[in-house]
């Protein structure tokens, strides 16, 4: 089960470069997550500073 991220993103940045799987990119107002590359590792919501990550 992949994570995907709210609308609460605001953009930092920090949950790119945290993922081992390059499965984040930046959309249009928030970044998204590739569910089909996401690991469900959760380190992008480890690092993200208003919990926009979740696992569906």
Do not use: L, R
Request: charged letters at 20%; a negative charge.
């Amino acid at each position: 089960m992949a994570y995907v991220i709210s609308d609460d993103c605001i953009q930092c940045g920090a949950c790119e470069a945290e993922c081992p799987c390059n499965a984040i990119s930046e959309g249009d107002g928030k970044y998204v997550i590739d569910a089909d590359a996401c690991a469900d590792c959760g380190s992008c919501a480890d690092v993200c500073p208003v919990g926009a990550p979740q696992a569906e």
